[in-house]
């Protein structure tokens, strides 16, 4: 009981670091180089709390022998799902491994698969980058937040129900927080949503929403909400039912 909650805590923290990193447009005026030291130091620090997640997790028997086998073979597959429809806009099938993982085994099974989906797929596959551990914790949190729809206590339909719903938020939650780390840089300094240092937190703010709208959220976010919401509806339920056999 007490590991699991030093567990919690080690998550907790490190997602709160994360998050600061993420918002760094809001508090650090920006500059190239700025930005390719705080994706270094961020990559640092995600790797090194994943790492140490992993090992509390599986050195003291927090995954059985079966979860483990499922977490390595659910965060193959999905690392290979993951590269195969990169590039198809919006249609990312990744998303309901680590959903449907999270939400059968618990919030930290499906941080780890997210994390571990990113980044086996990363490593392999010539993926690494800046953005890698930003991905990192992302998609670790749409795994960790179906955990938690998991152990919700609602009826078998009802929590279905509420699974496909969250599917459809986190895609546009996803969106909104991965575009933070690269909004500075990715449009021009003198147009409507450009960031601009040292402007108000407000100004900027309304800036980044009108950017994330008009860039990701009125396509690439709603495509990748609409797929996993069919998706859910479609295989949760066989899905899930072999993944519980797994828990036994």
Do not use: C, H
């Amino acid at each position: 009981m007490i590991l699991s909650r030093v567990q919690t805590v080690v998550l907790a923290i490190g997602s709160l670091l994360a998050l600061a990193g993420f918002a760094w447009p809001f508090t650090i005026p920006a500059s190239s180089s700025q930005s390719d030291i705080g994706a270094g130091v961020l990559a640092v620090v995600a790797l090194a709390a994943i790492s140490v997640a992993v090992l509390w997790t599986l050195d003291r028997g927090f995954l059985g022998p079966k979860q483990l086998a499922v977490l390595g073979g659910m965060a193959a597959l999905a690392s290979a799902t993951r590269i195969a429809t990169a590039g198809v806009a919006g249609f990312e099938l990744v998303f309901l491994f680590v959903i449907l993982g999270g939400f059968a085994f618990g919030p930290k099974f499906g941080f780890l698969l997210g994390a571990l989906t990113v980044s086996l797929s990363s490593v392999f596959f010539g993926g690494l980058g800046p953005w890698t551990p930003f991905q990192i914790f992302a998609v670790g949190w749409v795994g960790l937040g179906a955990g938690l729809i998991g152990k919700l206590s609602l009826g078998k339909r009802t929590k279905l129900i509420s699974l496909a719903v969250y599917a459809g938020v986190s895609s546009y939650l996803f969106g909104l927080v991965m575009n933070l780390w690269f909004w500075p840089f990715a449009v021009g300094p003198e147009s409507s949503i450009s960031y601009r240092a040292g402007a108000p937190v407000s100004e900027n703010l309304a800036s980044y929403l009108l950017y994330t709208l008009t860039t990701s959220t009125l396509t690439w976010d709603t495509v990748r909400a609409i797929v996993l919401v069919v998706a859910i509806a479609l295989v949760a339920k066989p899905v899930l039912a072999v993944l519980a056999r797994a828990k036994l």
